[in-house]
């Protein structure tokens, strides 16, 4: 089945450390994304790619890095400088603007 | 970048065609409408998406005015399933950053 995954589906993190989530897809989509989620609000966008080893920040870039050094792949990392990284984090793919293809989400709170 | 408006929400029952109309004043010329729908703890997933007029697909009609400042999602015969929050977006082709707003949440009621 063609479709995005993402690892894992719930993350603890203490005070000050780093901590990667995973996001793979298979359906040969140049441009990925990643959103932040908060209780009762929209998506805001923090980093996407429209290809390999090119990415862009988006609304809320500041304490969250990524890489693209893969198609299938756009993991990104919540740095200890992210102040309030508890959220709900949403990756996504597409083909240009149509159709954006969403992962099933990764729960992250900060102990 | 097009910004929209959305009722925070609404109720409806079971059977019911549901409309949901979407506010977007500045939309440009080059501007496409898309809506999408998320469960709880889900990521959304796309419904539908039109330039002008009318779309309809298998299970959503989308309208949109001659003047398309703004759209209707369109829900025949909703179902208990349907309760979930509903998300619209404007956005030229090929643009990759797009604002989406807190949507609109549906409630169906038996």
């Known amino acids: 089945d063609g479709g995005i995954t993402q690892s894992p589906k719930y993350l603890f993190r203490k005070e000050g450390q780093n901590v990667t989530l995973s996001c793979e897809q298979n359906?040969?989509?140049?441009?990925m994304y990643w959103y932040r989620q908060d209780p009762g609000q929209g998506l805001r966008l923090i980093y996407y790619?429209?290809?390999?080893?090119?990415?862009q920040k988006g609304d809320i870039a500041e304490g969250y890095s990524v890489s693209r050094e893969k198609k299938e792949s756009f993991p990104l990392t919540v740095t200890s400088a992210q102040k309030n990284p508890t959220a709900f984090y949403l990756c996504?793919?597409?083909?240009?603007?149509?159709?954006?293809?969403f992962g099933p989400g990764t729960r992250l709170t900060v102990l | 970048l097009a910004k929209t408006t959305q009722p925070i929400s609404m109720d409806s029952y079971e059977g019911q065609e549901v409309n949901i109309t979407c506010s977007h004043n500045?939309?440009?010329?080059?501007?496409?409408i898309t809506w999408y729908q998320q469960f709880p703890s889900q990521g959304p997933r796309f419904i539908i998406q039109?330039?002008?007029?009318?779309v309809t697909n298998e299970v959503a009609s989308l309208f949109i005015p001659a003047d398309r400042k703004s759209s209707t999602l369109s829900l025949p015969r909703v179902s208990l399933s349907d309760t979930a929050v509903y998300y619209c977006?404007?956005?030229?082709?090929?643009?990759?950053?797009?604002?989406w707003g807190a949507g609109t949440k549906l409630i169906i009621k038996p």
């Open positions: 996504a793919s597409s083909i240009g603007f149509n159709e954006q293809f």
């Open positions: 790619s429209q290809i390999v080893n090119d990415f």
């Open positions: 500045n939309i440009a010329t080059n501007d496409y």
């Open positions: 359906l040969n989509h140049d441009a």
């Open positions: 977006l404007v956005g030229e082709r090929g643009n990759y950053q797009l604002i």
């Open positions: 039109g330039y002008k007029t009318k």
